[in-house]
T-cell receptor, first 113, second 114 residues
Framework: DGGITQSPKYLFRKEGQNVTLSCEQN?????MYWYRQDPGQGLRLIYY???????QKGDIAEGYSVSREKKESFPLTVTSAQKNPTAFYLC????????????FGPGTRLTVT | AQSVTQLGSHVSVSEGALVLLRCNYS??????LFWYVQYPNQGLQLLLK??????LVKGINGFEAEFKKSETSFHLTKPSAHMSDAAEYFC????????????FGAGTTVTVRA
C-alpha cells in the first residue's frame, strides 16, 4: 500500500526540549511538505522540499528545522526556539508540479508543557 | 501570490439538504484549485481538483465544484447531505509555475443534523 506515514500519532514533551517528527512516503514523490494546523487558522506551511538535499522555508519556519537526505524521508525538528510548539503537524507529498495534488499523512499531535 | 477565502467558518445542514461551501480565490493568473476534507484528528483527503480541463469538476463522495472565473469562485456542493459528511473542508490554491506551494483557506466545519 502506498502512502505517507507519520509517527508518533501523539507526542508529549517538556518545554525546552527539541523533538523530531517523522515523515516517510513510498509514493516516489519528489516534493514533500510540513504544515502546522491550529484551530481556526487552516494549514500553514513550515518547510518544503522539491528534491533531495534541498529545502526551502515556508511561511512560519522560525523555530523549526528539516533535512532531506533521502527521497522517502523528510523529518521535522521542533526546536526549543519555537515559542508556541503545541499544534497538529501534517506532512504531505506530491509529484512536484502545481497541477498535482498533495497527499497527506495522518498527522502528529504535539503537546509541549 | 495566490490566496483563497472561505466564507463561513461553520455550516449546519439537515440530512438530505444541499451542502454549499463557498471559496473565492485571488490570483493574477488562472490557478489550480483544490478541495480537501479532514475528519477529526486525521490528515486531509482530496475531494476534487480544478486544473482547467473542465469548469465543473466532480469529486468523491458525491461532491462537485464549479470554477467561475468571472466570480473568482470555486464553491463546493453536494445535493444531499449524509451524516458522514460532517467534517472540516478546506479550499486551496496554487499557481501554475514556481514552487507549487499550496495556500489554504481557514476551513469550514460542516455539521449535519438528523
Amino acid at each position: 500500500d502506498g502512502g505517507i506515514t507519520q509517527s508518533p500519532k501523539y507526542l508529549f514533551r517538556k518545554e525546552g526540549q527539541n523533538v523530531t517528527l517523522s515523515c516517510e512516503q513510498n509514493l516516489n514523490h519528489d516534493a514533500m511538505y510540513w504544515y502546522r494546523q491550529d484551530p481556526g487558522q487552516g494549514l500553514r506551511l513550515i518547510y518544503y522540499s522539491q528534491i533531495v538535499n534541498d529545502f526551502q522555508k515556508g511561511d512560519i519556519a522560525e523555530g523549526y528545522s528539516v533535512s532531506r537526505e533521502k527521497k522517502e524521508s523528510f523529518p521535522l525538528t521542533v526546536t526549543s526556539a519555537q515559542k508556541n510548539p503545541t499544534a497538529f503537524y501534517l506532512c504531505a507529498s506530491s509529484m512536484g508540479t502545481g497541477r498535482n495534488e498533495q497527499y497527506f499523512g495522518p498527522g502528529t499531535r504535539l503537546t509541549v508543557t | 501570490a495566490q490566496s483563497v477565502t472561505q466564507l463561513g467558518s461553520h455550516v449546519s445542514v439537515s440530512e438530505g439538504a444541499l451542502v454549499l461551501l463557498r471559496c473565492n480565490y485571488s490570483s493574477s493568473v488562472p490557478p489550480y484549485l483544490f478541495w480537501y476534507v479532514q475528519y477529526p484528528n486525521q490528515g486531509l483527503q482530496l475531494l476534487l481538483k480544478y486544473t482547467s480541463a473542465a469548469t465543473l469538476v466532480k469529486g468523491i463522495n458525491g461532491f462537485e465544484a464549479e470554477f467561475k472565473k468571472s466570480e473568482t469562485s470555486f464553491h463546493l456542493t453536494k445535493p444531499s447531505a449524509h451524516m458522514s459528511d460532517a467534517a472540516e473542508y478546506f479550499c486551496a490554491v496554487t499557481g501554475r509555475s514556481g514552487d507549487y506551494k499550496l495556500s489554504f483557506g481557514a476551513g469550514t466545519t460542516v455539521t449535519v443534523r438528523a
